[in-house]
T-cell receptor
């Protein structure tokens, strides 16, 4: 059984650029959620994907978008990067359902300069 | 809407002392409640979860939490702190009502940094 892996672990982007973050979900998990964790804050829900469809979205603008692939891996895309987008981005995979455990990856640290 | 409040952004204890991290929640539906731990530069690891079974929940590493509906609380305790417990702890709530776009979404508190002194 493999865990949740995210890539890259760190990256630096310039304001206005676009970025793609990747997540491989744990084997057998069909649901992927993305969270943004700003420094000193708790994670904030961005959106969730279930069987390749968006299944809930937090209070984030449309320039945050995502994809889920048939193998349940996922991408988070952010366009027109702003300085406030600097954060740790966490991916969590789970089986569908509110009580099931979400397994988190180690995160991608994004710095926007 | 759901929310979580963690009382105390920093808690400091001596090794061997009781650990008490406080969490209060707000939810319009019966909640699922979770405690996660985060070590520096790492993701989140589940300590324990409440899913409407026993109100006293035991987790990993000697941690436990008690769900108190009347107080809307889910405080995390450990009888004897260890140096390795030093980390940041997050309480989270999830919608248990089933279906809808919020199902399975975790709402986190702001976190409590636990420091353990020798």
């Amino acid at each position: 059984e493999t865990g949740v892996t995210q890539s890259p672990t760190h990256l630096i982007k310039t304001r206005g650029q676009q970025v793609t973050l990747r997540c491989s979900s744990q084997s057998g998990h069909n649901t992927v959620s993305w969270y943004q964790q700003a420094l000193g804050q708790g994670p904030q829900f961005i959106f969730q994907y279930y069987r390749e469809e968006e299944n809930g979205r937090g209070n984030f603008p449309p320039r945050f978008s995502g994809l889920q692939f048939p193998n349940y891996s996922s991408e988070l895309n952010v366009n027109a990067l702003e300085l406030d987008d600097s954060a740790l981005y966490l991916c969590a995979s789970s089986l569908a359902g509110g009580a099931t455990e979400a397994f988190f990856g180690q995160g991608t640290r994004l710095t926007v300069v | 809407a759901q929310s979580v409040t963690q009382l105390g952004s920093h808690v400091s204890v001596s090794e061997g002392a009781l650990v008490l991290l406080r969490c209060n929640y707000s939810s319009s539906v019966p909640p699922y409640l979770f405690w996660y731990v985060q070590y520096p530069n790492q993701g989140l690891q589940l300590l324990l979860k409440y899913t409407s079974a026993a109100t006293l929940v035991k987790g990993i590493n000697g941690f436990e939490a008690e769900f108190k509906k009347s107080e809307t609380s889910f405080h995390l305790t450990k009888p004897s702190a260890h140096m390795s417990d030093a980390a940041e702890y997050f309480c989270a709530v999830s919608d248990s009502s089933g279906g809808g776009t919020s199902y399975g979404k975790l709402t986190f508190g702001q976190g409590t940094i636990l420091t353990v002194h020798p």
